[in-house]
């Protein structure tokens, strides 16, 4: 499967401040997603990201917050934006590279914490 | 009403313990199936996808209920490295998005 690296890791930021998370893959993918899991809970899609046009957002998600490039198959960027404590949570990018069956693979995630 | 919806648990069973994990989803237009694994602060993982005729991984059995839109996972013979959440995950097909439930709990002890 796809391997992802996705940077960074983790960051501490400023509220007001915004933070560009990166996610690269060893190979050419089909779709790339962006998700949001917030503590304790489960994952919740921010969007799709797609090649070469405008991303494709999820209901309560807006360009403006999280606005995603996605210049080639291999990689993609989430940026949050103006960022409040609200936003503290793990950011985590998917791919699908083959047949759906044999699922997604995910990046390790990026855990932003917005003091 | 959510998408995907599971059992949170805890679930808290000891070592050979069979525990199964039940999940329904409201989409009657899914069309794949996941059960994906969890490890505390690490990215999810999948486990097995999830087919109309049913299908088996060593001590894992997945099914599938299209009718009743209802998913199920067995893990028999629980080991202490089965701890973790468990994800139920359906999307509408290719090229869609995965809509995860809020996972389930497996805490198995010795």
């Known amino acids: 499967s796809a391997v992802i690296s996705q940077k960074p890791s983790r960051d501490i930021c400023q509220r007001g401040t915004s933070l560009t998370i990166q996610c690269q893959v060893d190979?050419?993918?089909?779709?790339m997603f962006w998700y949001r899991q917030q503590p304790g809970q489960s994952l919740t899609l921010i969007a799709t990201a797609n090649q070469g046009s405008e991303a494709t957002y999820e209901s309560g998600f807006v360009i403006d917050k999280f606005p995603i490039s996605r210049p080639n198959l291999t990689f993609s960027t989430l940026t949050v934006s103006n960022m409040s404590p609200e936003d503290s949570s793990i950011y985590l990018c998917s791919v699908l590279e083959g047949p759906v069956k044999y699922g997604y693979t995910f990046g390790s995630g990026t855990r932003l914490t917005v003091v | 009403r959510k998408e995907v919806e599971q059992d949170p648990g805890p679930f808290n069973v000891p070592e050979g313990a069979t525990v199964a994990f039940n999940c329904t989803y409201s989409?009657?237009?899914?069309?794949?199936f996941f059960w994906y694994r969890q490890d505390c602060r690490k990215e999810p993982k999948l486990l097995m996808s999830v087919y109309s005729s049913g299908n088996e991984d060593g001590r894992f059995t997945a099914q599938l209920n299209r009718a009743s839109q209802y998913i199920s996972l067995l893990i028999r013979d629980s080991k202490l490295s089965d701890s973790a959440t468990y994800l139920c995950v359906a999307s509408q097909g290719a090229g869609t998005a995965l809509i995860f439930g809020k996972g389930t709990t497996l805490s198995v002890s010795s």
């Open positions: 190979s050419q993918v089909t779709m």
């Open positions: 989409n009657s237009a899914s069309q794949s």
